[in-house]
């Protein structure tokens, strides 16, 4: 029954943000969304017993965390003035951007902040000799963060995809970050999954993120 109503409830907040994104409500379901997220974070927490509920949560918050994402993007779009799908002939996403083509940042001089507090980029984990590093997550709340999890499974099964190793569903990925946070986020701090590759292999390693990294 409670999985009934969640996955109704998410049928319904996508058919607002249809609505929004089509101009025909004023502004963004935002305090649905909020409602929603509250109910998908209370379910992830709890542990369900029944096996058919607890799959069919999986499924929901599965696709819950596409819709995120998916709407993020067309808000940016939104936003922006940007177009809303990206075809073979569209500008590309501002966040898909090489990086290359963003200008390097120089270190302000002593002489230009004296007196001044200077805030310090955040810094970028170096990986280890013959390891190329594919990405990082840092994470503080999990349930919240659903699109995060869905691109740190994406870009692990990416890389275990190139280097010919078969994709982990990602039911489990999420049940590993689940329990990768409750171990490692006493105090609500963030914990940093980092996928490299290394020897034609892929590895998933976990650590929290101390003050100042």
């Known amino acids: 029954m409670e999985m009934g109503r969640l996955e109704a409830e998410v049928k319904r907040l996508e058919a607002e943000y249809n609505m929004f994104f089509t101009h025909r409500s004023p ?22 017993q029944n096996t058919a509920d607890r799959f069919r949560f999986l499924t929901i918050q599965t ?9 993020e993007r067309q808000m940016n779009a939104h936003d922006y003035g940007k177009p809303k799908r990206f075809g073979s002939g ?64 994406d870009r692990l099964a990416e890389a275990r995809k190139q280097t010919g190793e078969a994709p982990l569903a990602f039911d489990r990925v999420a049940a590993l970050v689940k329990a990768q946070m409750e171990k490692y986020s006493a105090g609500g701090g963030e914990v940093a999954f980092r996928v490299a590759m290394k020897d034609g292999k892929v590895s998933l390693t976990v650590k929290p993120v101390k003050d100042g990294e």
């Open 90 to 153: 569209a500008p590309m996403p501002a966040a898909a951007a090489p990086a290359a083509a963003k200008p390097a940042e120089k270190p302000a001089s002593a002489e230009a902040t004296a007196g001044k507090p200077v805030e310090k980029p955040a810094a970028k984990p170096e990986a280890p000799a013959g390891e190329r590093l594919v990405h990082v997550a840092n994470l503080r709340d999990a349930a919240a963060e659903g699109d995060r999890v869905k691109e740190l499974y």
């Open 27 to 48: 502004k963004p379901p935002l305090e649905t969304r909020k409602r929603v997220d509250a109910v998908v974070k209370k379910h992830d927490r709890a542990y369900i």
């Open 63 to 71: 696709r819950y965390a596409k819709l995120c994402e998916l709407w």
